[in-house]
C-alpha cells in the first residue's frame, strides 16, 4: 500500500493542524491506520491510531486531548487534526497501516508513507 501523508507547515505555538495521509488500495477499509512521529536523531514515536471501523481510537499520552484522528474509508484518507501544538511536537509525521485486526507498529506495517514535516516555533 502506497501512502503519502501531507498537510504539515510551520505554526506558532497553540496553532493548529491538520495532517492528511491518502491510501492507494481499494480496500482501504480492510487496514487499521497509525500515525507516528520521527524527530531527528530519535526513533519512530506512536501518536494516534485508529480501527477499520473508525469507531476505535488510541492517542499517545502526549496527544490525548489536543490530537484527533479520524478516517474516510471511501475516500482512502486519514486525518490528524492538531491543536494547540508545541515545539515538542515538532517532528516528521507518517502514516503507516496494517492489514487485519492488528494495528501499525513501527517494526509491523504493510505500508509507511513519506512523512510531511511539521515546525512549531516558541
Known amino acids: 500500500v502506497q501512502l503519502q501523508a501531507s498537510g504539515g507547515g510551520s505554526v506558532q505555538a497553540g496553532g493548529s493542524l491538520r495532517l492528511s495521509c491518502a491510501a492507494s488500495?481499494?480496500?482501504?477499509?480492510?487496514?487499521?491506520v497509525g500515525w507516528f512521529r520521527r524527530t531527528p536523531g530519535k526513533e519512530h514515536e506512536f501518536v494516534a491510531a485508529?480501527?477499520?471501523?473508525?469507531?476505535?481510537?488510541h492517542y499517545a499520552e502526549f496527544a490525548e486531548g489536543r490530537f484527533t484522528i479520524s478516517r474516510d474509508n471511501a475516500g482512502n484518507m486519514v486525518y490528524l487534526q492538531m491543536r494547540d501544538l508545541r515545539p515538542g511536537d515538532t517532528a516528521v509525521y507518517s502514516c503507516?497501516?496494517?492489514?487485519?485486526?492488528?494495528?501499525?507498529?513501527?517494526?509491523?506495517?504493510?505500508?509507511w508513507g513519506q512523512g510531511t514535516q511539521v515546525t512549531v516555533s516558541s
Open positions: 503507516a497501516v496494517r492489514l487485519g485486526e492488528l494495528y501499525p507498529t513501527i517494526r509491523n506495517s504493510d505500508g
Open positions: 488500495t481499494r480496500t482501504f477499509g480492510s487496514y487499521n
Open positions: 485508529i480501527n477499520r471501523a473508525a469507531d476505535t481510537t
